[in-house]
T-cell receptor
């Protein structure tokens, strides 16, 4: 069975500080991994994705994520957050089935002045 | 391209009523999915489709039906609404190319069942 765990339900960070959101997965083979962002009242937007190759993936809005097979993790990072980064962030996994994605519970990010 | 569209944006139902949430995409994507989003639970897959005429159950299919008669449309039917189906529903479509895929989401439908 596959699963995605986001251990942090809520994170508060100061504007300009760095941000790291954790994502752990369980899957028997190499998964396809994604990070999405959802602004209040909006749909989901893809930040970045990992399929193979370089384990450090660059995305939009200055985000990056690192795939670590040994730790079954795919953590999202941003060096310096902006107030507009306040949103909910979801990690997702696709296994062998095309079109079938599994999402974590999400991490709510609050940015303080 | 309009992308993925969903109607209605908001809906209030009484227990026992039925309704259909509409989803359409104009990107010629093979795959389409329905999710529900509840606080603290992320997005949970209800049903998905890998092409016209082919659907399969996701994690939480009970109480919902789907069909996919065309590539573009993937309606979600609530047969007899229950308060537990109060949620925000998202439709998504995805493609596969070069061994990669990506999901595109609609704006969501907020459903309240009284």
């Amino acid at each position: 069975a596959q699963s995605v765990t986001q251990p942090d339900i809520h994170i508060t960070v100061s504007e300009g500080a760095s941000l790291e959101l954790r994502c752990n997965y369980s899957y028997g083979a190499t998964p396809y991994l994604f990070w999405y962002v959802q602004s209040p009242g909006q749909g989901l937007q893809l930040l970045l994705k990992y399929f193979s190759g370089d384990t450090l993936v660059q995305g939009i809005k200055g985000f990056e994520a690192e795939f670590k097979r040994s730790q079954s993790s795919f953590n999202l990072r941003k060096p310096s957050v902006h107030w507009s980064d306040a949103a909910e962030y979801f990690c997702a996994l696709r296994g062998d089935s095309w079109g079938k994605f599994q999402f974590g519970a999400g991490t709510q990010v609050v940015v303080t002045p | 391209n309009a992308g993925v569209t969903q109607t209605p944006k908001f809906q209030v139902l009484k227990t026992g009523q039925s309704m259909t949430l509409q989803c359409a995409q104009d990107m010629n994507h093979e795959y389409m999915s329905w999710y529900r989003q509840d606080p603290g639970m992320g997005l949970r897959l209800i049903h998905y489709s890998v092409g016209a005429g082919i659907t399969d159950q996701g994690e939480v299919p009970n109480g919902y039906n789907v069909s996919r008669s065309t590539t573009e449309d993937f309606p979600l039917r609530l047969l007899s609404a229950a308060p537990s189906q109060t949620s925000v529903y998202f439709c998504a479509s995805s493609y596969s190319a070069g061994g990669q895929d990506e999901q595109f989401f609609g704006p969501g439908t907020r459903l309240t069942v009284l």
